[in-house]
């Protein structure tokens, strides 16, 4: 016999560092590991790459959960309704350009 390990989720140990949960399906991850989206100077949610804009953020881990997000308006609870705007179109092409080395 050999039992698993440990009871739980599969995940294993969380991350060290930050961790935030992703606002499209929920998971804990480590702060590093995810993308943030945050409001412009409009109020627009745009993706934050090199994460230099003030204010809240709200992250995602996949371009699956940008989806699923705007699904869920979570970005509407992510800035407590301070997104004036969500362009998916425009997240979305934001997402894919230049990402990953
Ligand atoms: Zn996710």
Redesign the pocket.
């Known amino acids: 016999m050999s039992p698993k390990s440990r009871s739980g989720p599969s995940q294993g140990p969380l991350p060290e560092g930050p961790v935030r949960s ?1 606002v ?2 929920g ?1 804990r991850r480590s702060q590093a590991e995810l993308t943030r989206v945050a409001l412009d100077p409009e109020g627009e949610v745009v993706v934050d790459k090199e994460r230099r804009l003030p204010g809240r953020g709200a992250y ?3 371009a699956g ?1 940008l989806t ?1 997000a705007l699904k869920r308006k979570a970005f509407g609870r992510a800035f407590r309704g301070r997104a004036g705007k969500v362009d998916p179109l425009k997240l979305g092409q934001a997402w894919e350009s230049g990402s990953g080395p």
């Open positions: 992703c499209g399906c998971a995602l881990c996949g959960c699923a």
